[in-house]
């Protein structure tokens, strides 16, 4: 690589709003084929809000004060619910599913439903359903409805203009992702997909021929976005989907990505 043009590359990248961590990654990006996208945080804004549950008080506050303790976007929606939060005892958060707890000896569940037959009327008006389990035993459920960015529409069709192929990979289900995949013109989902098949999805994409560039926010893109060809992070997503990443968006959204190609061509065509 020519340092001179890379460094002028990263140079204006910096005031678009990309942090280049590794450089090797805009030389790739000229030749990307298949851009693959997370959902939640990723294509929508990451800054969800319940909108309906069947909880009492007391449930709220206990799972509130659960989710308190979490960086996911739902999470964020989940624990805004109280102020007045409760001490957990034990807890453990599993990426792509949800967060487990302890309270009063009580086991708590706050996640992703196992059978989602019960939420199709949610489902429909593309919010994610999140069900509470209490010792097992599914208790209740949230609707949470998580705005699409702005920029998001814009993204895919450039992206598509380019010749590149959008994919949507999420954790959420078939029906939420449909949704919002059709509100941004992609035509390509996996959903319901746990971490390790992001990466399973990265690789299959590398054997078809050309290069795959992640983009993601969350605990459970970590691994596709390490995998990746390039792998780009949202500045406000968690620190583990940061660190594994190649470039980092810190400002607005996927649109970057499309202006991040547009700077690997133009970068090397310079150097040619
Ligand atoms: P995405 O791939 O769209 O970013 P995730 O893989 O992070 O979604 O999450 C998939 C699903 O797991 C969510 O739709 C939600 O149902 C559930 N989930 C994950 N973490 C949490 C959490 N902390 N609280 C509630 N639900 C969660
Ligand atoms: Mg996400």
Do not use: C, W
């Not at 964020?76 to 005892?89: D, M, Q």
């Not at 609707?143 to 954790?171: C, E, H, Q, W, Y």
């Amino acid at each position: 690589a020519t340092p001179m043009a890379l460094i002028t590359g990263t140079g204006l990248s910096a005031k678009r709003g990309l942090l280049i961590r590794n450089a090797e990654a805009i030389q790739t990006m000229k030749d990307v084929k298949f851009v693959l996208m997370d959902k939640t945080g990723t294509i929508t804004e990451g800054h969800p809000k319940v909108i309906e549950h069947n909880l009492d008080k007391e449930t709220l506050k206990v799972i509130a004060s659960i989710e308190k303790n979490s960086n996911h976007p739902l999470a964020k929606a989940i624990s805004e619910l109280t102020n007045n939060y409760i001490k957990i005892e034990k807890i453990e958060e599993i990426p792509g599913k949800g967060i487990k707890a302890f309270v009063n000896n009580t086991e708590y569940f706050v996640g992703k439903p196992q059978d989602y037959s019960n939420y199709s009327k949610i489902l429909e008006k593309g919010y994610t359903v999140v069900e509470v389990k209490v010792n097992t035993k599914t208790h209740g459920f949230l609707a949470i409805v998580d705005p699409i960015r702005p920029d998001s529409l814009n993204a895919v069709k450039m992206l598509k203009n380019m010749g590149i192929t959008p994919i949507m990979v999420t954790g959420d289900n078939e029906k939420t992702a449909e949704i919002v995949a059709k509100q941004v013109g992609i035509d390509k989902i996996y959903a319901q997909v746990k971490p390790q098949e992001k990466l399973d999805i990265i690789r299959k994409y590398q054997a078809k021929g050309g290069k795959v560039l992640m983009v993601g926010d969350g605990m459970n893109d970590a691994a596709a976005l390490k995998g990746a060809d390039v792998g780009i992070a949202i500045g406000t997503g968690t620190d583990l989907a940061i660190d594994n990443a190649d470039i980092i968006i810190t400002k607005e959204g996927i649109s970057k990505i499309v202006d991040a190609i547009k700077i690997s061509q133009l970068t090397f065509s310079v150097i040619k």
